[in-house]
């Protein structure tokens, strides 16, 4: 590796579009400083980045991604199918971001196979507008979402009732002006009751008390590139950080009288939500069966 030399991060981005034949730009290299992939150094009042760390970063990861790839299964590879140009806004887009599900394929994979388009590996296509798709593991509901764009008709089928839930949500035709002031009328209702309550306060407390012990702590993006690099063990760092902590915490669950627990044990509900946080579902419910 050649001698280091620091960039600002235009010139960074600028550097990286030539380095590896794509757009890199000044938020991409300001993502790869916050989430610790290269050090931060502050120069005369101006971020910099070292030549070096965007160096290992692109020879380890994207640069190689696909060259490694092809080496390891085959050269024929469709890497289009990698969709590696999206950005997760992307991915996530309109519906599909409506609520988080870690096991969905993204909407541009649906729709390479459902369009009409032709390529080098899909010589065939098999759908066109009015056909019906049959998803029988249809989960958060990517490919009846993506059918009804392409004017196809989709039918889901999936064994867990919260999976449909969100499914059915993003695909019936909801009115809209009715789900408006439904929503602000739920919402007010419920930021009334959590006002009614001390939790306000002590979530405020706590948010102002963990900041400044994380500011101190695990100061961002300083931590992250350390862990990175493996001059921290995280697990030890963690639990000594978490013992410091914890009197902070008791003191202000103590001081705003905030109840852990619940009464009961027996559902979902009763095991892994605080009483405060309970009686917060218990008020939208309610507010639901108003209507
Ligand atoms: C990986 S997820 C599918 C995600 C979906 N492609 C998406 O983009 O959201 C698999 C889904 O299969 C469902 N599933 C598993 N076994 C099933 C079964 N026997 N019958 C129906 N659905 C099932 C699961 O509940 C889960 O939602």
Redesign the pocket.
């Known amino acids: 590796m050649s001698a280091d030399k620091l960039f600002t991060i235009k010139e960074a981005s600028e550097w990286a579009t030539r380095h590896i034949g794509k757009d890199v730009t000044v938020s991409n290299i300001s993502y790869l400083i916050q989430y610790g992939r290269i050090k931060k150094f502050d120069r005369y009042g101006s971020t910099q980045v070292s030549q070096n760390d965007l160096l290992q970063y692109y020879e380890s990861y994207n640069g190689s991604r696909e060259i490694n790839y092809k080496e390891r299964i085959s050269e024929d590879l469709n890497w289009a199918l990698s969709f590696e140009q999206y950005k997760e806004a992307e991915t996530t887009k309109h519906v599909h971001r409506l609520h988080p599900?870690k096991?969905?394929?993204i909407p541009q994979l649906v729709e390479y196979f459902l369009d009409e388009h032709a390529d080098r590996f899909k010589k065939e296509t098999y759908f066109s507008a009015g056909d019906i798709v049959l998803d029988?593991?249809?989960?958060?509901?990517?490919?009846m979402v993506q059918a009804s764009e392409l004017g196809i008709h989709a039918l889901g089928?999936?064994?867990?009732a919260f999976?449909s839930l969100i499914g059915n949500c993003k695909v019936i035709q909801h009115d809209i002006v009715n789900l408006q002031s439904e929503i602000y009328r739920i919402t007010n209702a419920l930021t009334n009751f959590i006002y009614s309550t001390n939790i306000a306060q002590f979530e405020a407390e706590l948010t102002k008390e963990l900041y400044e012990f994380n500011n101190h702590y695990f100061p961002v993006p300083d931590y992250k590139y350390q862990l990175r690099n493996k001059q921290i063990n995280e697990e030890q760092y963690g639990n000594e950080k978490e013992k410091l902590f914890m009197p902070i915490y008791k003191r202000l669950v103590k001081k705003y009288d905030v109840r852990l627990l619940q009464n009961q044990n027996e559902t979902f509900l009763d095991k892994w939500f605080l009483q405060h946080i309970r009686n917060e579902i218990d008020c939208v419910f309610t507010e639901v069966k108003k209507n």
């Open positions: 599900y096991g969905k394929f029988p593991f249809s989960g958060s509901g990517t490919t089928i999936d064994i867990s999976n």
